[in-house]
């Protein structure tokens, strides 16, 4: 972010469809307008952006892009207040401000050898979508073991991104798990909450990182699950949601004990949450 | 210790003895002098710890809505006018509240005292006087010289609703003039009152210890806080700030119970009440009501008769 | 080394020409850093501004940058200007305030360059405090009424003259080229060694605080700590080392300000997420919050305790909520042996 971390780059619209069937999350594909801001916006999964909506404000959100697709950032907007629902309305072709990358991001280096099983619930899939994209690329996919995905919502049409979900259900080379939580007509897939289909998925821990995501009463089933197939907290990893403003550990907001989520975490394992108080 | 003192001992202690509450508000002696603090009382054993005087200038009305279950209330003539209005607005029941009414000849106003002698070290409080030791000198005061503005003036002394009564009943003189510095300002130019709102204005700092001292101010999400609209950014100019103070005025129209709590709960000496007084004073004029006098009669703007002003209504 | 008021005020005033000087000034009884254009203005004799000193490198409200609508584009221009300064008179308790935010707004991954930019581009003398007040406890919190921590170079005040006392480089560089200096006398360095050893008197006691924070998160002292406070920004807004800011936007047609104000944990709505849920929902989480951030988690994050002993705070409080019973009550605290 160079000299002063809080002046955004601009960035162009080039899209904003809607990206579950209730309408309350849509999706921005933002372009960067230069070739340097897109090399000084070097990011990896699991980071955020400050994303302003001129005239409105600014608000952190989760990138679900993987730096494997270049040119664009893609971030998944849910309509709860005033900047995201002025987001929501925002044109193609419109600017918005955009200041990152921030954060730290999912220990991929750890996973190097590994098998990852990504479980993820409703709308926190956003950077979850941006580590499968960047495990399952070619230049990567040697580097990880097995991949699963175990990915949950109330129903069919609350699942984000389902273009990617129906290729990877394609791919030989990740399994991914879809599941509602009531029968639907039409729906072929699984029925169950995550964490009982996480029981019936998963078999092992052995060499394996669980990366969990999702609203706190899926996490607070789906944590036991994965305690009792003896995943140590280590490698049992997450990314916290906060309320910030700066983003750069600076205005005090989002503080977890002594952590600032916006620049210690968002993602944290659940060993390193284990030391802080339960504040969040 | 003073007769006063140890009856409302005495009464706490049988109250909290009897388990006819949970909890007694009132005052402790504070960690600086000439300071009396809020305190909430839940065993017997500590009444002791309760006073009485002219050092104690808090509303504590401003806790009942916090505090659930029973609970006794040490309230001056202000206060008790402020649980009138509260449970009007149906913030409190008044099975809840054992109210233990003091009637008050005032409360200090510790600004005045250090505008004279710097930070106070120590004071003694003696019949109608106050000996100060401060850091920039010692003074005796008269109390009279040093009592809030608000007490200069007060009309309702001794408590208006109560379950218990403490202290001698207090006489109000007559005023010559109700609301003569509201009349005073109202005769002043447009420019004077602009140049001297802009200057109380650029005093604030937007702390809001004035909207979090009131008992009044109870909404949930204050209208300085809402995002859309956005009525204040947050900055600290004149302008905002004098949003923030007429908007919270007029919030308070024919609920204020004129208790001066913000004027003493502002870190900078804002002159807040000239704004609400007005205010008042305009309830009064127009509507005849004054907050919290009778539980019977409801807030002024809760109610409507057809003598009311209906100028912008009906063309007279 | 000495220097007279009389070529001090001279020294000042031409300084003025190239410098913004702020120094201390009375108006209708507060005492505060303001802009002056001479030493006449600076007030003499006071204990301590009513607002802390980290105004002058992190104002309470300002602009971080302006943008411009232009169709469908936006331009974005940073507002940050930064002119020489002088800052005359600093207090050592807002001086060591300083160090503390240095950490805060020069961490690890970031700099703040409209707090950097300020700092070094302002030169700190500081004014050793001559008398303290029964609310002071700077020497408690480890450092003292004349200490330089902070400063570039600190004046000490003799009377009729200040002893003058460079710090760091910067205030070297300043000292050298300072006009008028003259040697201490016998009779000054017997006032110098008294003021020196001015210290506050108070019973706090920092010692085993932090150790003890570590285990008291959820202990019940926390329960009945709130409840007389209004949750107003009184206390935070006097603190010198209070950091916590909201970034807003304000907005006309085609033009709009991204800005940043002081705010407060103490606010309610301080940590509300957009969702609803709120971590810190009740005034006890928030009163836990202000005491374990400034004496636990900003130590184990930059090594000190975030307060330094000006007792702003328990003046400006309405209910008198006093930090130094608190601490003395988590210091008294039984541990709960589970």
């Excluded at chain 1, 926190?124 to 960047?134: G, I, N, Q």
């Excluded at chain 2, 000996?131 to 002394?157: H, I, L």
């Excluded at chain 3, 949750?231 to 916590?244: D, E, L």
Aim: hydrophobic content about 35%.
């Amino acid at each position: 972010m160079g000299q002063n971390p809080y002046l955004p780059i601009t960035m162009k619209v080039v899209k904003n469809q809607i990206e579950t069937e209730d309408r309350n999350i849509k999706t921005l594909v933002l372009e960067f307008l230069n070739k340097q801001d897109e090399e000084n916006f070097k990011y990896m999964p699991g980071q955020f952006a400050e994303i302003s909506a001129f005239g409105h404000g600014e608000a952190p959100f989760g990138i679900a892009t993987s730096p494997t697709e270049p040119g664009i950032l893609k971030f998944s907007i849910a309509k709860v207040g005033c900047v995201s629902k002025a987001l929501h309305l925002i044109e193609e072709g419109a600017t918005v401000g955009v200041r990152g990358p921030m954060g730290n991001y999912y220990p991929i280096e750890q996973f190097k050898g590994k098998n990852v099983v990504i479980i993820g619930g409703g709308f926190a899939f956003t950077t979850l979508r941006s580590l499968a994209t960047y495990m399952l690329d070619e230049k990567h996919r040697g580097d990880y073991g097995d991949i699963t995905v175990i990915y949950g919502a109330r129903n069919p049409g609350l699942l984000l991104y389902k273009e990617e979900l129906a290729e990877w259900e394609k791919n030989p080379n990740i399994n991914l798990v879809t599941t509602i939580d009531k029968p639907v007509d039409g729906w072929n897939g699984r029925v169950g909450f995550v964490p009982a289909v996480t029981e019936e998925v998963v078999k092992t821990s052995v060499d394996t990182y669980a990366v969990v995501c999702g609203p706190p009463a899926m996490i607070k089933f789906t944590l036991p699950v994965l305690e009792k197939l003896n995943f140590p907290p280590e490698r049992i990893i997450t990314s916290l949601e906060m309320r910030m403003k700066c983003g750069l550990g600076i205005c005090g907001r989002c503080n977890i004990g002594p952590k600032y989520v916006c620049k210690d975490g968002p993602v944290f394992s659940m060993a390193e949450l284990k030391e802080l108080p339960p504040e969040y | 210790m003073s007769k006063v003192i140890e009856e409302i001992h005495a009464a706490a202690r049988q109250l909290l003895e009897d388990g006819k509450v949970d909890v007694v508000i009132g005052f402790e002696k504070g960690t600086l002098p000439l300071k009396a603090t809020p305190c909430f009382i839940r065993s017997p054993q500590e009444v002791e710890k309760l006073i009485w005087d002219e050092t104690c200038d808090n509303n504590l009305a401003n806790y009942v809505r916090q505090i659930k279950g029973k609970k006794a209330i040490v309230a001056k003539g202000c206060d008790t006018r402020a649980l009138v209005v509260l449970m009007q607005e149906n913030q409190v029941a008044r099975e809840d509240l054992y109210i233990l009414g003091v009637s008050c000849n005032g409360v200090i106003n510790r600004k005045k005292i250090e505008a004279e002698t710097g930070e106070i070290l120590s004071a003694e409080l003696a019949e109608g006087k106050i000996s100060v030791q401060g850091m920039n000198g010692s003074k005796e005061f008269a109390f009279a010289d040093v009592k809030d503005d608000t007490c200069q003036s007060c009309r309702y002394p001794n408590p208006v609703l109560e379950d218990a009564h403490f202290g001698d009943k207090v006489e109000t003189g007559n005023q010559e003039v109700p609301f003569a510095d509201v009349v005073a300002m109202e005769e002043k130019s447009l420019l004077e009152r602009r140049a001297y709102f802009q200057e109380e204005m650029a005093k604030c700092i937007r702390c809001y210890a004035c909207r979090n001292a009131c008992p009044m101010c109870y909404c949930n999400e204050c209208f300085v806080d809402c995002n859309s609209p956005k009525w204040l950014t947050g900055g600290v100019d004149p302008a905002e700030n004098m949003m923030f103070q007429v908007g919270r005025s007029l919030h308070l129209a024919g609920r204020c119970v004129d208790c001066g709590a913000c004027v003493r709960a502002c870190p900078q000496g804002v002159d807040i009440r000239a704004l609400s007084r007005k205010v008042t004073k305009d309830c009064l004029t127009m509507y005849r009501h004054e907050a919290g006098v009778t539980l019977e009669d409801p807030p002024a703007l809760n109610q409507f008769s057809t003598e009311d002003p209906q100028g912008f209504l009906v063309k007279e | 080394m000495k220097i007279s008021k009389d070529k001090w005020g001279q020294v000042f005033d031409a300084l003025a020409s190239d410098y913004q000087m702020l120094a201390p000034k009375e108006d209708k009884g507060e005492v505060n850093f303001k802009r002056v254009n001479c030493f006449s203005e600076v007030k003499q004799g006071y204990l301590n501004t009513k607002l802390p000193a980290k105004a002058l490198f992190f104002p309470q409200h300002e602009t971080l940058f302006t943008y411009q609508k232009e169709g469908q584009g936006i331009t974005v221009k940073n507002a940050l200007k930064v002119e020489k300064t002088i800052a005359f008179g600093v207090r050592p308790c807002d001086a060591r305030a300083f160090l503390l935010l240095d950490k805060v707004f020069n961490n690890d991954q970031y700099r703040d360059p409209y707090y950097c930019d300020r700092r070094d581009t302002t030169l700190v003398i500081g004014l050793a405090c001559s008398q303290v007040a029964p609310t002071c406890f700077c020497s408690q919190m480890g450092l003292s009424p004349v200490s330089t921590a902070g400063t570039d170079l600190l004046f000490i005040d003799l009377g009729e003259a200040y002893a003058v006392e460079a710090v760091t480089e910067k205030g070297k560089e300043f000292v050298a080229k300072l006009q008028g200096l003259e040697e201490l006398n016998a009779e000054d360095q017997v006032k110098l060694e008294t003021l020196k050893n001015l210290q506050t008197s108070s019973s706090v006691d920092i010692s085993a605080l932090t150790e003890k924070l570590d285990s008291m998160f959820d202990h019940p002292y926390w329960d009945s700590l709130h409840e007389k406070c209004l949750g107003c920004n009184a206390c935070t807004f006097s603190c010198p080392t209070c950091h916590c800011f909201d970034i807003t936007e304000e907005f006309r047609k085609t033009e709009g300000n991204r800005v940043r104000s002081w705010d407060s944990c103490m606010a309610p709505l301080f940590t509300k997420h957009g969702s609803g849920h709120n971590p810190r929902e009740d005034k006890k989480a928030r009163w836990r919050q202000r005491m374990m951030h400034k004496f636990n988690y900003f130590v184990h994050n930059n090594g000190d305790i975030a307060c330094v002993g000006c007792g702003r705070c328990l003046k400006a409080c309405p209910v008198n909520m006093d930090l130094r019973q608190v601490i003395d009550a988590v210091n008294k605290a039984e541990l709960v042996v589970k």
